[in-house]
């Protein structure tokens, strides 16, 4: 079974520019779920789908941020413009239900970095 | 608010030896899940091991295993027989019962010395 699968691995891109991250789920994982780590901080919650639907979109800092699912299979995540503060790494990851015993399956993330 | 606070930014461990990395957290909820999760080096993050903070007795998985007090709100993580594959950034995080999104502690790297 193909695991979660993030690109690009690594972005750099000027202030002001536009970087979309994208995320393939393993296939028939309803839920997808991206996340971000700011330099040495805590990995922070994003957002989570359902599908192709916005459950829980508390943790989008602001609305530079677009994600969306089209399909309900792979998500993008846009940052437009990108600042400075965007600079992390960004990890996708993708669960088959919400019961924590199904566990989350995580990608190896995208680092961001804006310059 | 829940927040997870893992104080040892670094560690460092000989081949072989065992090595605890601690993590606390915050939380009003009585019945939540707590995970120790690896990220080896431009690899995908992992889980290590689970704690349902119903169950009283402390999981382990192989060489991998928590001491979860709850009334401390403490959940180390042991690692036996450290191995050079065991070299990650390991993460502790928190799931209140119900909630879909993990809080997570900023990161412990650990290294394993030959």
């Known amino acids: 079974e193909a695991g979660v699968t993030q690109f690009p691995s690594h972005s750099v891109i000027e202030k002001g520019q536009t970087v979309t991250l994208r995320c393939d789920p393993i296939?028939?994982?309803?839920?997808l779920y991206w996340y971000r780590r700011v330099m040495g901080k805590e990995i922070k919650f994003l957002l989570h789908f359902v599908k192709e639907s916005k459950q829980d979109e508390s943790g989008m800092p602001n609305n530079r941020f677009l994600a969306e699912r089209t399909g309900g299979t792979y998500s993008t995540l846009k940052v437009q413009p990108a600042e400075l503060e965007d600079s992390g790494v960004y990890f996708c990851a993708s669960s088959l239900g919400t019961d924590p015993n199904y566990g989350y399956t995580f990608g190896s993330g995208t680092r961001l970095t804006v310059v | 608010a829940q927040t997870v606070t893992q104080s040892q930014p670094e560690m460092s461990v000989q081949e072989a030896e065992t090595v605890t990395l601690s993590c606390t957290y915050d939380?009003?909820?009585?019945?939540?899940?707590l995970f120790w999760y690896k990220q080896p080096p431009s690899r995908q993050m992992i889980l290590v091991i689970r704690?349902?903070?119903?169950?009283?007795q402390n999981a382990t998985e192989n060489r991998f295993s928590v001491n979860f007090q709850k009334a401390a709100k403490s959940f180390s993580l042991k690692i036996s027989d450290s191995q050079l594959g065991d070299a990650a950034m390991y993460f502790c995080?928190?799931?209140?019962?119900?909630?879909?999104?993990?809080?997570f502690g900023q990161g412990t790297r650990l290294t394993i010395n030959p």
């Open positions: 995080a928190y799931r209140p019962k119900g909630a879909q999104k993990l809080v």
């Open positions: 939380t009003s909820e009585s019945d939540y899940y």
């Open positions: 704690q349902e903070a119903y169950k009283q």
């Open positions: 296939s028939g994982h309803d839920n």
